[in-house]
């Protein structure tokens, strides 16, 4: 058997493992970080996706509201403008990190915070 004064004390060993379980937790935010960032592929299928539902969308209820009212193609038309304009401030959303989504907006925000510590 040790000697009671040789042996760790509980408080040390306490203390020892808060600054492990502290290291580790440091240590997998940041490969969390890293796996959770985003990826130009993902953002590129991001940009198109915004796009295409934009245009989508506005032919779509223009198309629904033609036949509705009878009006020929002219809501189409007018929605199909409409809606490609809303993809566009979509895309510049995204780009620009102000959508409250998750993905690149938080991505910027941490690489903004990490910059500053």
Do not use: Y
């Amino acid at each position: 058997m040790a000697d009671p004064e040789t042996t760790p004390s509980l408080e040390e060993f306490e203390s020892r493992l808060r600054e492990a379980r502290k290291r580790e937790e440091e240590d997998s935010g940041r490969e969390a970080e890293r796996k959770g960032g985003p990826t130009s592929m993902g953002l590129g299928f991001r940009i198109g996706i915004e796009l295409v539902a934009g245009l989508v969308l506005g032919v779509g209820l223009g198309w629904v509201l033609d036949l509705w009212l009878k009006t020929g193609p002219w809501l189409m038309l007018l929605f199909l403008f409409i809606g490609g304009a809303a993809g566009v401030m979509n895309v510049l959303r995204v780009m620009r990190g102000l959508d409250q989504t998750v993905g690149f907006g938080q991505a910027q925000r941490r690489a903004g915070q990490a910059q500053d510590h």
